[in-house]
């Protein structure tokens, strides 16, 4: 039962470049979402996409922008580049509809270390 | 909002020794759910252990377990027997009651090192 994958793995870019990060859920699942994780910080949320349409949004500007397929998988794009978009991304899948109180815990992936010079 | 918080430095503590990684939470919905994740340096959340609000009892899993007190919204993880492989940066994480499926807001995170 293969977990969550990301690709790539690690990803250099340039200032004002574009960058798309590629997320496969674990098997079963159809919800997924997407943080940030600066050094030495925990992650933050960036978005979630359930049933191929966003469904929450963090704290980001629209230059973070996704998308999710009909096989589930997702991608998150990110517009003119900034220092400070240099972060772990981290993809995490579950199980659509799960409640507030469900035991149903997000699974990640290895994450994408993006560093922007 | 929810929040999140862990201010402890780093922990360290011997091998087979048990150690308390400590979380506090605020927020002012009466149903959450409290996570905590393991992240070593290969960089993968790990899920250890869940607490759901109205959970009567202390989860536990395995070596974990959740001292949740919730009259004074702190979500405390005890790991036993500690092994040179928990040496790894924990989360206390908590999901809030946004929707469905809701986003997890995590702490800053805790650097546990196990000493032989």
């Known amino acids: 039962d293969a977990g969550v994958t990301q690709s790539p793995t690690h990803l250099i870019k340039t200032r004002g470049q574009q960058v798309t990060l590629r997320c496969s859920p674990k098997?079963?699942?159809?919800?997924v979402s997407w943080y940030q994780q600066a050094l030495g910080q925990g992650p933050q949320f960036i978005f979630q996409y359930y049933e191929e349409e966003e469904r929450q949004r963090g704290n980001f500007p629209d230059r973070f922008s996704g998308h999710q397929f009909p096989n589930y998988s997702s991608e998150l794009n990110v517009n003119a580049l900034l220092l400070g978009d240099s972060a772990l991304y981290l993809c995490?899948?579950?199980?659509?509809?799960?409640?507030?109180?469900?035991?149903?815990?997000?699974?990640f992936g290895p994450g994408t270390r993006l560093t922007v010079t | 909002a929810q929040k999140i918080t862990q201010t402890q430095p780093g922990m360290f503590v011997q091998e087979k020794e048990a150690v308390t990684l400590d979380c506090t939470y605020d927020?002012?919905?009466?149903?959450?759910?409290l996570f905590w994740y393991k992240q070593p340096s290969s960089g993968e959340m790990i899920f250890l252990i869940y607490q759901g609000s109205y959970d009567q009892q202390n989860a536990t899993e395995g070596r974990y377990s959740l001292n949740f007190q919730k009259a004074r919204k702190s979500a405390n993880l005890v790991i036993s027997a500690s092994q040179l492989g928990d040496s790894a940066m924990y989360f206390c994480a908590m999901r809030d009651r946004t929707g469905a499926n809701s986003k997890l807001t995590f702490g800053k995170g805790i650097t546990l090192s196990v000493r032989p």
């Open positions: 995490a899948s579950s199980h659509g509809l799960a409640g507030v109180t469900s035991s149903y815990e997000q699974y």
């Open positions: 927020t002012s919905d009466p149903s959450y759910g």
């Open positions: 098997s079963g699942h159809d919800t």
